[in-house]
């Protein structure tokens, strides 16, 4: 008796290895922020194409779409994402601090593990009947500017550092004349949102603003999503270069024995074809090889003039930081 | 069980179902609410005030409060308005608005906030005719105060009406025979009694409004400082990785809605022992 | 603080009396109505006349996107699960408080209401305090490979808690009205426990139970702000229709999110629709 208990044992567990071995499908779930929805959506078919093709699995990508603070939070939670494709890398080190992806993530990937760049534009409404040419233009009186808010969203934090940025490379400029530059132009801010698409909304559904600071991605989706008839873009003389990393969530991937399709993944977005995905969806590629409609910016990274993201968290995004002293929020 | 000696009481099952009922509202309601209080239990009390009183702290409260307070009172005047009308004069399709009313109750707020931002904002069929008269609603705090307008409509009707509907013929008509107008009347006879459930569908008016989200965040700004109410705040808190100050804040509003619950019980308790 | 019913009136006075002027009655009629119009008919035409702005294909090729229909069936689940638990709570609680008298009723009535008037995303929160990986339960459930929090259990528990009263808070007035003189009679005739409440409660608590059903079920499939707190928002998986709406909205498809937001508009619709014949039962119910 006994031994016909273990051998059915023994037949199960050899079914069940064999069926784990052949039928090899494969979740994965990709967290990211707001803007990337329909980048991914290609690149996660393209990616199930190659991984079918390469090793016979099936993938499957599911993919989380919001703020890239609440993202991170979320993973951190214990939402279950295999990889995390964020807005910035300050959300991504949070995850990190809590010990889910190991120290150093950041160099596993070519380019800060960014594989594609962004930088921040402006959206006017056609004709750009204020004029709007460059980031002076902003906190000019009369002009309404929609953006979302840094504390919760990552499009948001890259818009206020290009400002700030702008302000200090005018001749004379400071750490105080950016924060009167900065403060004054979000005197000319209604509305703010949580996240870069509740922006877009409410400038292009809502008709609020008359200039809206967004993704170059985002604004060019914009236009093509709601006609180019009724806005157009204007590339300021300096911004940014936004880079969004993405990475492996270690503990995850381990766990759930994903982390070789995750990592291929991930350096599918490094290839020709993830390249040109992003190249399409108005992401500046890093391979310059791959062409790109962009136009050419003068563009400056977080370190070169903020030393990197947690400095520029902490003195400008914490609490009583100086994004709370120029809204009044924190104590004088 | 000697709970209920007043009378005798042959009915069977207090016990069982007395104790499912604690056991369901343990589970459900109270050990996952103490998770709150618990992990704000672990604030200095220094921690936890700079937590809840911070100046953007205190601006949300305004805000939330003020606005509930103000849609509240919109709803007081004009739900009592609309109760009358429903009980007092007949008119085409009546029973269909009277549906109509607890619509607010049926609609999700997420739903509720996008239409409303729809009709209010400045290309809406509403806001369209409001804007060039200078008057923003979406995206302002007139915004929050159009939505907790909105939610809380129905508690005041619906607990307004029924005492209309039973408000006795016969002291009206003592009025009037005694030469009073029908203003008087109202004013003097019949506005008092109808005082208790107005207030008791005002507190509840408020307390809802005090709690809503879904429906606000879209047409609200979300300014901080201007327009920002406290559930906003909760959410950006935790968004930041502010685990403790959102715990903090969400034991202030706990603290806040237990309170306003108790007024409202003995405000219904009042104005059941006054239609008696 | 229950929703506020009208289970306890009795029918509208028969025909009225003294009443105002003409002219005084007509004004005060408009304004009613169109603060109503303002407030409530205008909304909901907007759901609809945005809805079907491209025409009924568009509209119907948006509800048939595979999202959705996930959406669409993660929140039957929902409903299908947090209704029938509150029911049964909803009538025990009733017949334990409203048969009985003790000490701490109002307190207990009071701690049932606390679901309604506590925030959305209060409710959502306190499910991440306690099954975070950061929280109570969030080292156990990691150690044992429980997903709770960000899959469909998170969804189904924060559903629950923000439905908690409504049927308790239906039911409790209706039973406490009619007292308990008819059980009385049936436990001395020699009926028992049981078949009393068979025989005799529930068919006098029968359009109630319907009443406060319908209610718990459109705020179950409503639920936007607490279910957004513990969902995760991953597509296909944990989102329920009102955060499909959401998604949809936020990806320029605003002819999609409103499409699928009329959805819950019918639900709204039919809810009304339901509630005003329970209601009427009830009143029907309540002569003596």
Known sequence: MKKIITSFTTLALAVSTTVAAFAADVTLLNVSYDPTRELYTDVNKSFATYWKGKTGDKVTIKQSHGGSGKQARAVIDGLEADVVTLALAYDIDAIAEKGLIKPGWQKELPKNSSPYTSTIVFLVRKGNPKKIKNWDDLIKPGVSVITPNPKTSGGARWNYLAAWAFAKHQPGGNDATAKEFVSKLFKNVPVLDSGARGSTNTFVQRGLGDVLLAWENEAFLAINELGPDKFEIVTPSESILAEPPVTVIDKVADKRGTRKVAEEYLKFLYTDEGQKLAAKHYYRPINTKIPTKLAKVKLYTIDQAFGGWQKAQKTHFSDGGIFDQITGAAKK | ?276 | MSAPTRTLTAHANGNHRITEPAPVRWVLTTVALVFLALFLALPLAAVFSQAFEKGFGTYLLALKEPDTLAAVKLTLITAAVAVPLNLVFGVMASWAIAKFSFPGKNLLITLIDLPFSVSPIISGLIYVLIFGRQGWLGPFLEAHDIKILFAVPGILLATIFVTFPFIARELIPLMESQGRDEEEAAMVLGASGLQTFFRITLPNIKWGIIYGVILCNARAMGEFGAVSVVSGHIRGITNTVPLQVEILYNEYNYTAAFAVASLLAFLALITLAVKSVAEWNVRENMEP
Request: net charge positive; charged share 15%.
């Open chain 2, 1 to 276: 069980m000697k709970l209920f000696t007043k009378h005798h009481n042959v009915l069977p099952g207090f016990g069982p179902t007395m104790g499912y009922t604690l056991l369901y509202l343990s589970l459900v309601v109270l050990i996952p609410l103490s998770a709150l209080v618990f992990k704000t239990a672990g604030l200095s009390w220094n921690e936890f005030l700079e937590a809840v009183a911070a100046p953007r702290v205190l601006a949300s409260y305004k805000v939330t409060f003020g606005a509930a307070l103000a849609a509240a009172g919109i709803n007081a005047v004009f739900g009592v308005l609309v109760a009358w009308v429903l009980v007092r004069y007949p008119f085409p399709g009546r029973r269909l608005v009277d549906a109509l009313v607890d619509l607010p109750f049926a609609l999700p707020t997420a739903v509720a906030g996008i239409t409303l931002a729809t009709v209010y904002s400045p290309n809406g069929w509403v806001g369209k005719i409001l804007e060039p008269r200078g008057i923003k609603v979406a995206f302002t705090p007139l915004g929050i105060i159009v939505a907790m307008t909105f939610i809380g409509l129905p508690f005041v009707v619906r607990t307004v009406q029924p005492v209309i509907e039973e408000l006795d013929a016969e002291i009206e008509e003592a009025a009037a025979c005694l030469g009073a107008n029908r203003w008087q009347t109202f004013r003097r006879v019949l506005f008092p009694l109808l005082t208790p459930s107005v207030l008791t569908g005002f507190a509840l008016a408020f307390a809802r409004g005090v709690g809503e989200y879904g429906s606000i965040i879209f047409i609200a700004g979300n300014m901080p400082m201007v327009s920002e109410i406290t559930p906003l705040l909760i959410l950006t808190k935790l968004e930041q990785y502010d685990y403790q100050g959102a715990t903090a804040i969400a034991t202030v509003m706990l603290v806040a809605s237990f309170i306003m619950l108790l007024v409202i019980n003995l405000l219904q308790k009042w104005s059941r022992r006054y239609a008696e």
